[in-house]
C-alpha cells in the first residue's frame, strides 16, 4: 500500500457543507458538498468522505494514459450505489417504523405500501444515474424526497392516507442521512467498474482496472485540516485549526482570480462584502448575519412558496420581461407578499426578477459600505450559481460603477472551503520548515 498527504478545508454553511482537498503542492484534487445538519459533527464528516471519493478518481485518472469520458461513467456509477446503499437503509428504517405501537391496527397494509414505494424508489434511480440521465440534485434526500412524494401521491387512498406514508418517510430520513458511507469508494468500486465496463466495451478495461486498484490501494494522509463556515465554531477541531469565513472567502476568492479586489459572498444565512489586496489578504468588509434576508435561505423559502427548486428560480427569472418592483426581502413577509403579487395576476417570472434585483441591492449596500467595488470583482458562494443574480449584479454595478470585471465559477460555492485548505497548507509549511 502506497500513501499520499493530503490537506483538507471544511466550510460548514448554514445549508451546505462543502469540503476541499489539495494536494502538497496546492493543487486540488477532491471537492465534497452535502446537506448541512443540525449535527455538524456528522456533516463534516460526510464532506470529507465525499472529497476523498472524488480524490482517488483523480488519482485514477493521473494513472490512466488516455481517459476520455470513462472516469465520469465511473464516477456516475459510484454515485448510484452510495445512493442504493442509502435507499436500502431508508427502506429498512421506513419498515420498522410501519411496524411500530403508532400504526397498529395497519402495520401489514402500511408496510405492503412501503414495500411499492421502495422498489419504484430504486427504479427510479436506477434510471436517474443511467447514461445520459439528468439529476434535479445530487443530494440524497432531495432525489429520495421528491420521489417517494411523487410516488405516494398515488397509493395514497383513505386506509393508507398521504400524511401517514409521508410522516413515516420523514422520521426515517431524519436517521438515514445523518449516517456516512464509510470507504464509498474502496466498498462501491468494484460494482461501479463492472457496471462501466458493461455499458460500452472499452479498449482500456485492464488499463483502468489497474489505474482503480492502485487509487483504491493509495492511503490517503491528512497531513493539516482547517475549517470555516457559519458553523465553525461546531467543528470537530482544536481552535488553532478554524479561520473565519471572511478571511478564507477572500483568498479562496484570490485564488481562483488572482486579481481579485473586491469578493461578494452570498450565502444561505448571511451576506459578505470583502476587500483584499494583492496577496488576498482582507483589509476591509462588512457582513450581515442579523437574519437571512436577501440569502440563500430566503430564496429557498421562495421557491418552497411557488413549489419550485431552488436551482428553477433563476432560469424562470431570465424569462422576465417586465420585472416586478419588490419592497422586502424579509423572509417573515416574503410568502404574504408573494401570494399578494400572485393573486393580482402578476407572472412568477416578473415577481422572481424583482426579487434577484431586491436581492443584490441589499448586497450593492454592504459593498459600498466595504469600500465600494474595485477591479476584479469576484462573486461567490451558492448564490453565484444562480443566473438572474448574476444578471442583476452585472447590472447593478454598471449602473453604479461603471465597467467592471466580473468573476464568476461553477466552483464558486466551494470558496470557502478553498480558503480554508488554503490556510492549512501554509499551517503545514510552518510547521515543516
Same mark, same amino acid.
Given at each position: 500500500m502506497t500513501s499520499m498527504e493530503v490537506i483538507i478545508g471544511i466550510d460548514l454553511g448554514s445549508t451546505t457543507t462543502k469540503a476541499v482537498v489539495l494536494d502538497i503542492e496546492g493543487n486540488v484534487i477532491g471537492r465534497g458538498i452535502t446537506n448541512s445538519r443540525s449535527n455538524y459533527d456528522v456533516a463534516a464528516q460526510i464532506v470529507r468522505?465525499?472529497? =476523498?471519493?472524488? /480524490?482517488? =478518481? /483523480?488519482?485514477? &485518472?493521473?494513472? #490512466? $494514459?488516455?481517459?476520455?469520458?470513462?472516469?465520469?461513467? #465511473? &464516477?456516475?456509477?459510484?454515485? #448510484?450505489? $452510495?445512493?442504493? &446503499? #442509502?435507499l436500502a437503509r431508508l427502506r429498512q428504517a421506513m419498515s420498522m417504523l410501519a411496524g411500530g405501537p403508532k400504526h397498529r391496527g395497519h402495520a401489514g397494509e402500511l408496510a405492503a405500501r412501503l414495500g411499492v414505494l421502495g422498489d419504484e424508489m430504486e427504479r427510479r434511480a436506477r434510471s436517474q444515474f443511467a447514461p445520459g440521465a439528468t439529476r434535479r440534485s445530487d443530494f440524497f434526500r432531495d432525489l429520495a424526497g421528491g420521489d417517494f412524494m411523487h410516488i405516494a401521491e398515488g397509493l395514497a387512498d383513505k386506509a393508507i392516507p398521504f400524511d401517514v406514508l409521508c410522516s413515516v418517510f420523514d422520521a426515517a430520513i431524519l436517521g438515514v442521512e445523518c449516517l456516512p458511507i464509510e470507504r464509498a469508494f474502496e466498498r462501491h468500486i468494484n460494482t461501479a467498474l463492472q457496471s462501466t465496463l458493461s455499458e460500452e466495451p472499452l479498449g482500456i478495461a485492464a488499463e483502468l482496472r489497474k489505474a482503480v486498484d492502485a487509487a483504491r490501494a493509495t492511503e490517503l494522509v491528512e497531513l493539516s485540516t482547517v475549517g470555516t463556515g457559519y458553523g465553525r465554531a461546531r467543528l470537530p477541531f482544536p481552535k488553532e485549526q478554524i479561520r473565519s469565513e471572511i478571511l478564507c472567502h477572500g483568498l479562496g476568492a484570490h485564488a481562483m482570480f488572482p486579481d481579485t479586489r473586491t469578493v461578494l459572498d452570498i450565502g444561505g444565512q448571511d451576506t459578505k462584502a470583502i476587500q483584499v489586496d494583492s496577496d488576498g489578504i482582507v483589509t476591509s468588509f462588512q457582513m450581515n448575519d442579523r437574519c437571512a434576508a436577501g440569502c440563500g435561505r430566503y430564496l429557498g423559502y421562495i421557491a418552497d412558496e411557488m413549489n419550485l427548486g431552488l436551482h428553477e428560480l433563476g432560469p424562470l427569472a431570465m424569462e422576465s420581461h417586465t420585472r416586478v418592483k419588490i419592497n422586502s426581502t424579509c423572509t417573515v413577509f416574503a410568502g404574504a407578499e408573494l401570494r399578494e403579487r400572485l393573486s393580482l395576476g402578476q407572472k412568477r417570472e416578473d415577481i422572481l426578477a424583482g426579487l434577484h434585483r431586491a436581492i443584490i441591492l441589499r448586497a450593492m449596500s454592504l459593498l459600498a459600505r466595504s469600500g465600494g467595488i474595485n477591479d476584479q470583482f469576484t462573486f461567490t458562494g451558492g448564490v453565484a450559481r444562480n443566473p438572474a443574480a448574476v444578471q442583476a449584479l452585472r447590472d447593478l454595478v454598471r449602473e453604479n460603477y461603471g465597467q467592471r470585471s466580473i468573476n464568476t465559477s461553477a466552483d464558486s460555492i466551494y470558496t470557502g472551503a478553498l480558503g480554508a485548505a488554503l490556510f492549512a497548507r501554509r499551517a503545514a509549511e510552518r510547521k515543516a520548515a
Open positions: 468522505e465525499e472529497a =476523498f471519493v472524488r /480524490t482517488r =478518481f /483523480t488519482l485514477v &485518472e493521473r494513472n #490512466l $494514459q488516455a481517459a476520455g469520458g470513462v472516469i465520469g461513467s #465511473l &464516477e456516475r456509477n459510484l454515485k #448510484l450505489e $452510495q445512493h442504493l &446503499e #442509502l
